[in-house]
């Protein structure tokens, strides 16, 4: 068979990866017949280097380029093991406990290798504890609501307590753990307590944010109730001004009690049923977590100062950024009803 290089040319000078398929075939062909690389370049209008490069590629039976591995598969498997065991160990931890099961590896290649089974180091998620029983009551009322759009959610007022700390920035252990192992019982970490913390009532709906309340003291039916005079009936006129809302709590102690459920029905409050141990169906849940992440690279001295920083943070929440988790509602009463009442991630 006989090319014609004129048809190709010599100005095509490219990589490997620019050949053509004519000149691909015709480099194949004429190395099949024998012909050497120089003969080969001139026929296919490219570089020696590039017909070099495709007939070695194109090559079987090379063997494999690079260093050989330093562990075995069983090796690896021992670090899986070993990790999913410990998972809130650090790199170094994990490493001197494989080395000590026998294998010969740096902390970089452990470190490494952990990455490609594809563990990840998270701040773990805390899980409220829900028995049998709260879990059928939250599938069902997520049954119930099902139907709600999110037009009707924005008649919500969501309210809530939030703990915040002058060394909130302090997330304790981290933890090793692949995708979708957020919840997993093994990944999961007890809440940590924290000196000089203030204690924050806050109010939502999709307009927007309402006045916050510092709490002084331990909350029970009678300081509640002065919160919800002085801060929660405020923020209902700011948030939705003549037009008819529900009220949203928690079943704390102090908001469930009979004197404050006495309270809400004098006052005209229309109060949403909420089931037990629920935070993750709670928007102003989100809320708090943007606040903290906000306040992040803040450094407090004390009490006051936390306090300032709260309230500057708490003021520049956008309506928009309400209005975008009160639409987060429908997803997460469906989240709900597909894990079948269990806790969620959001």
């Given at each position: 068979m006989v090319f014609q290089s004129s048809s190709i040319g010599y100005t095509i000078m490219g990589k490997t990866a620019d050949l053509t398929v004519v000149q691909k075939t015709t480099i194949d062909t004429l190395h099949k017949e024998g012909k050497t690389?120089?003969?080969?370049?001139?026929?296919?209008g490219c570089s020696q280097s590039s017909v070099s490069k495709h007939i070695n590629r194109e090559a079987k039976g090379r063997k494999r380029c690079g260093r050989k591995k330093c562990t075995s598969k069983r090796d690896n498997r021992t670090l899986e093991r070993i990790v999913k065991q410990n998972p809130f160990k650090n790199v170094g931890e994990i490493h001197k406990e494989w080395t000590a099961a026998g294998v010969s590896a740096s902390r970089?290649?452990?470190?490494?290798?952990?990455?490609?089974?594809?563990?990840?180091?998270?701040?773990p998620c805390v899980k409220p504890l829900l028995n049998h029983r709260q879990s059928q009551k939250r599938l069902a009322w997520a049954k119930e609501k099902q139907v709600w759009t999110a037009g009707e959610w924005s008649k919500v007022m969501f309210s809530d307590e939030s703990k915040f700390c002058i060394s909130f920035g302090n997330q304790g252990p981290r933890v090793w753990r692949k995708r979708r192992e957020a919840l997993h019982p093994r990944c999961l970490k007890s809440s940590v307590k924290f000196p000089q913390s203030v204690m924050v009532w806050g109010a939502m709906s999709?307009?927007?944010?309402g006045p916050l309340c510092f709490?002084?003291?331990r909350v029970n039916a009678a300081t509640y109730q002065?919160?919800?005079?002085?801060?929660?009936?405020?923020?209902?006129?700011?948030?939705?001004?003549?037009?008819?809302?529900i009220f949203q709590q928690d079943l704390a102690p102090a908001h469930s009690a009979k004197a404050t459920s006495t309270w809400l029905k004098d006052h005209g409050i229309p109060v949403l049923n909420w089931p037990a141990n629920s935070p993750d169906l709670n928007p102003i849940e989100n809320l708090w977590g943007i606040v903290k992440k906000k306040m992040q690279y803040t450094r407090p001295n004390n009490s006051e100062e936390l306090k300032a920083t709260i309230r500057a943070t708490w003021a520049i929440i956008t309506p928009e950024q309400c209005h975008r988790l009160i639409d987060s509602m429908p997803r997460r009463i469906a989240a709900v009803i597909q894990a079948k009442g269990a806790p969620t991630k959001y």
């Open positions: 690389q120089k003969v080969i370049a001139k026929e296919a970089t290649t452990t470190h490494r290798l952990m990455k490609d089974m594809g563990f990840c180091c998270r701040i999709s307009a927007g944010v709490l002084r003291s002065e919160v919800l005079e002085h801060f929660m009936l405020p923020a209902a006129d700011q948030l939705f001004g003549d037009a008819d809302f």
